[in-house]
Protein backbone atom coordinates (compact mmCIF):
# COMPACT_ATOMS: atom_id res chain seq x y z
CA UNK A 1 0.00 0.00 0.00
CA UNK A 2 1.28 3.47 -0.85
CA UNK A 3 1.89 5.48 2.02
CA UNK A 4 -0.85 8.90 2.32
CA UNK A 5 1.57 11.54 3.44
CA UNK A 6 1.59 13.32 -0.03
CA UNK A 7 -1.94 13.23 -0.29
CA UNK A 8 -2.16 14.49 2.97
CA UNK A 9 0.32 16.70 2.20
CA UNK A 10 -1.45 18.10 -0.55
CA UNK A 11 -4.87 18.24 1.25
CA UNK A 12 -3.46 20.24 3.92
CA UNK A 13 -2.91 23.04 1.41
CA UNK A 14 -6.86 22.91 0.81
CA UNK A 15 -7.86 25.86 3.54
CA UNK A 16 -4.66 27.79 2.33
CA UNK A 17 -6.62 27.67 -1.08
CA UNK A 18 -9.53 28.07 0.18
CA UNK A 19 -9.94 30.80 2.33
CA UNK A 20 -7.99 32.64 0.03
CA UNK A 21 -10.65 32.17 -2.49
CA UNK A 22 -13.21 33.47 0.43
CA UNK A 23 -11.42 36.47 0.95
CA UNK A 24 -10.95 37.14 -2.95
CA UNK A 25 -14.95 36.90 -2.88
CA UNK A 26 -15.48 38.79 0.12
CA UNK A 27 -16.29 36.19 2.39
CA UNK A 28 -14.81 37.61 5.33
CA UNK A 29 -15.98 35.20 8.45
CA UNK A 30 -17.16 31.58 8.34
CA UNK A 31 -20.32 31.08 10.10
CA UNK A 32 -19.05 29.35 13.68
CA UNK A 33 -15.51 29.37 12.72
CA UNK A 34 -14.92 33.20 12.45
CA UNK A 35 -12.93 35.62 11.05
CA UNK A 36 -11.58 34.33 7.59
CA UNK A 37 -7.94 35.65 8.31
CA UNK A 38 -7.83 34.62 11.69
CA UNK A 39 -9.08 31.10 11.21
CA UNK A 40 -6.15 31.04 8.36
CA UNK A 41 -3.64 32.42 10.85
CA UNK A 42 -4.40 29.40 13.21
CA UNK A 43 -4.18 26.96 10.60
CA UNK A 44 -0.98 28.19 9.46
CA UNK A 45 0.56 28.67 12.59
CA UNK A 46 -0.74 24.76 13.34
CA UNK A 47 0.80 23.51 10.17
CA UNK A 48 3.90 25.76 10.59
CA UNK A 49 4.34 24.15 14.12
CA UNK A 50 3.61 20.88 12.88
CA UNK A 51 6.26 21.28 9.67
CA UNK A 52 8.96 22.55 12.12
CA UNK A 53 8.54 19.47 14.39
CA UNK A 54 8.99 16.96 11.32
CA UNK A 55 12.39 18.63 10.91
CA UNK A 56 12.82 18.38 15.00
CA UNK A 57 12.35 14.40 14.94
CA UNK A 58 14.60 14.05 11.75
CA UNK A 59 17.46 15.30 13.83
CA UNK A 60 16.43 12.59 16.23
CA UNK A 61 17.70 10.32 13.48
CA UNK A 62 20.97 11.82 12.60
CA UNK A 63 24.51 10.56 13.67
CA UNK A 64 25.96 12.93 16.09
CA UNK A 65 28.69 14.52 13.50
CA UNK A 66 26.16 15.15 11.21
CA UNK A 67 26.04 19.08 10.90
CA UNK A 68 21.98 19.08 10.19
CA UNK A 69 22.17 16.67 13.93
CA UNK A 70 22.81 20.27 15.47
CA UNK A 71 21.01 22.51 13.19
CA UNK A 72 17.67 21.01 12.60
CA UNK A 73 16.77 21.60 16.58
CA UNK A 74 17.97 24.90 16.10
CA UNK A 75 16.62 25.91 12.93
CA UNK A 76 12.83 24.11 14.49
CA UNK A 77 12.82 26.10 17.29
CA UNK A 78 13.54 29.28 15.95
CA UNK A 79 11.38 29.25 13.34
CA UNK A 80 8.42 27.70 15.82
CA UNK A 81 8.55 30.37 18.28
CA UNK A 82 9.11 33.40 15.71
CA UNK A 83 5.96 32.54 14.12
CA UNK A 84 3.73 31.84 17.88
CA UNK A 85 5.40 35.80 18.80
CA UNK A 86 4.30 36.88 15.29
CA UNK A 87 0.63 35.32 15.60
CA UNK A 88 0.66 36.98 19.16
CA UNK A 89 2.32 40.22 18.06
CA UNK A 90 1.06 41.31 14.50
CA UNK A 91 -1.88 42.30 12.66
CA UNK A 92 -3.20 39.76 10.38
CA UNK A 93 -1.56 40.84 7.28
CA UNK A 94 1.80 41.42 9.19
CA UNK A 95 1.16 37.24 9.83
CA UNK A 96 0.73 36.37 6.86
CA UNK A 97 3.89 37.59 5.52
CA UNK A 98 5.49 36.07 8.38
CA UNK A 99 3.91 32.85 7.18
CA UNK A 100 5.21 33.41 3.77
CA UNK A 101 9.02 33.72 5.30
CA UNK A 102 8.41 30.81 7.42
CA UNK A 103 7.17 28.00 4.53
CA UNK A 104 10.02 29.41 2.71
CA UNK A 105 12.38 28.76 5.42
CA UNK A 106 11.03 25.31 5.95
CA UNK A 107 11.21 24.56 2.13
CA UNK A 108 15.20 25.85 2.22
CA UNK A 109 15.79 23.71 4.71
CA UNK A 110 14.07 20.91 2.81
CA UNK A 111 15.96 21.68 0.07
CA UNK A 112 19.75 21.49 2.47
CA UNK A 113 17.88 18.19 3.79
CA UNK A 114 17.28 16.50 0.54
CA UNK A 115 20.93 17.16 -0.81
CA UNK A 116 22.21 16.00 2.11
CA UNK A 117 20.15 12.85 1.38
CA UNK A 118 18.52 13.00 4.31
CA UNK A 119 14.62 13.34 2.89
CA UNK A 120 13.27 11.17 -0.40
CA UNK A 121 13.46 13.25 -3.83
CA UNK A 122 9.51 11.99 -3.93
CA UNK A 123 8.95 14.14 -0.32
CA UNK A 124 10.69 17.21 -1.52
CA UNK A 125 9.01 16.89 -4.64
CA UNK A 126 5.20 17.23 -2.90
CA UNK A 127 7.22 19.96 -0.69
CA UNK A 128 7.87 22.32 -3.58
CA UNK A 129 4.42 21.98 -5.01
CA UNK A 130 2.33 22.23 -1.73
CA UNK A 131 4.72 25.02 -0.24
CA UNK A 132 4.03 27.01 -3.93
CA UNK A 133 0.72 26.42 -3.03
CA UNK A 134 0.21 26.98 -0.11
CA UNK A 135 3.10 30.72 -0.65
CA UNK A 136 0.71 31.80 -3.40
CA UNK A 137 -2.49 31.59 -1.55
CA UNK A 138 -0.51 33.64 1.34
CA UNK A 139 0.29 36.36 -0.94
CA UNK A 140 -3.23 36.53 -2.15
CA UNK A 141 -4.77 36.91 1.19
CA UNK A 142 -1.51 39.36 2.43
CA UNK A 143 -2.64 41.82 -0.63
CA UNK A 144 -6.39 41.39 -0.31
CA UNK A 145 -6.52 42.26 3.48
Known amino acids: MKKP???LTFAGAIPFVVCAIFIIIGIDAIPVLGNTA???SIYGLVIASFMAGAHWGNHLNLADDDTW???LPIFSNIIALALWLGFLSLSNVGFMWLLVIGFIAMLMIDYGLHQAHIISNNYFKVRKYVTLIVVVSLIVIAIQL
Open 69 to 71: AIK
Open 5 to 7: SPY
Open 38 to 40: HIL
